[in-house]
């Protein structure tokens, strides 16, 4: 596979819920980062993470747990949602957070979840 | 802080017809510009991005966009718009740190036949 791929592209759960989404880069990047696309919002930065290491957490409720295991792999552990929390998660990756130049982000098909 | 402001939710024109999507951006440093496509159902795609250096840039698909610092513009361009250009289209900015890209609300972009 190539690019930034996302498990499970769709979710659907209930507010007591616990459930992880996946994302993993195939481009040897060394910066993730998740966003949120709601409906008549702009994607909203959640989490930002460089060389593994968490470099921005932009405001978002304890709801929402990031872990990166290694510069390939990002997660978003989710558990007792709101419904308002029901989005579109984008995930995306670039060689490196904190450069001089604007990096290039290459995003994935994001995941739909569902809060009900 | 950073923020990004696209004229228009939507924006319809007719095949052939010339594309014009506005962005306008506050930064209080020199910003890094960026448009990207969202088809139905998928991730975003760059179109192009200004860093440094010549103010007109060129991407893909037949896009352009130039930077203009004093009105603090980075307007999207298409001479001829085809059928598969309908998509939602996102301005962004950044200041090249780890802080990711702030985003406009984005423009849905209608091609009539």
């Known amino acids: 596979e190539t690019g930034v791929t996302q498990t499970p592209r769709h979710l659907v759960m209930g507010m007591t819920n616990k459930k992880s989404l996946k994302c993993e880069q195939h481009?040897?990047?060394?910066?993730m980062y998740w966003y949120k696309q709601s409906a008549k919002k702009p994607l909203e930065l959640m989490f930002v993470y460089n060389f593994k290491e968490q470099t921005e957490n932009n405001s978002v409720p304890s709801r929402f747990s990031p872990e990166c295991p290694n510069s390939s792999h990002l997660f978003l552990h989710l558990h007792t949602l709101q419904p308002e929390d029901s989005a579109l998660y984008l995930c995306a990756s670039s060689q490196e957070a904190g450069g001089l130049v604007g990096e290039t982000q290459y995003f994935g098909p994001g995941t739909r979840l569902l809060v009900l | 802080a950073q923020s990004v402001t696209q004229l228009g939710s939507h924006v319809s024109v007719s095949e052939g017809a010339l594309v014009l999507l506005r962005c306008n951006y506050s930064s209080s440093v020199p910003p890094y510009l960026f448009w990207y496509v969202q088809y139905p159902n998928q991730g975003l795609q760059l179109l192009l991005k200004y860093t440094t250096g010549a103010t007109l840039v060129k991407g893909i698909n037949g896009f352009e966009a130039e930077f203009k610092k004093s009105e603090t513009s980075f307007h999207l361009t298409k001479p001829s718009a085809h059928m598969s250009d309908a998509a939602e289209y996102f301005c962004a900015v950044s200041r090249g740190g780890a802080d990711g890209l702030t985003f406009g609300k984005g423009t849905h972009l209608i091609i009539q036949p």
């Open positions: 481009l040897g990047h060394n910066a």
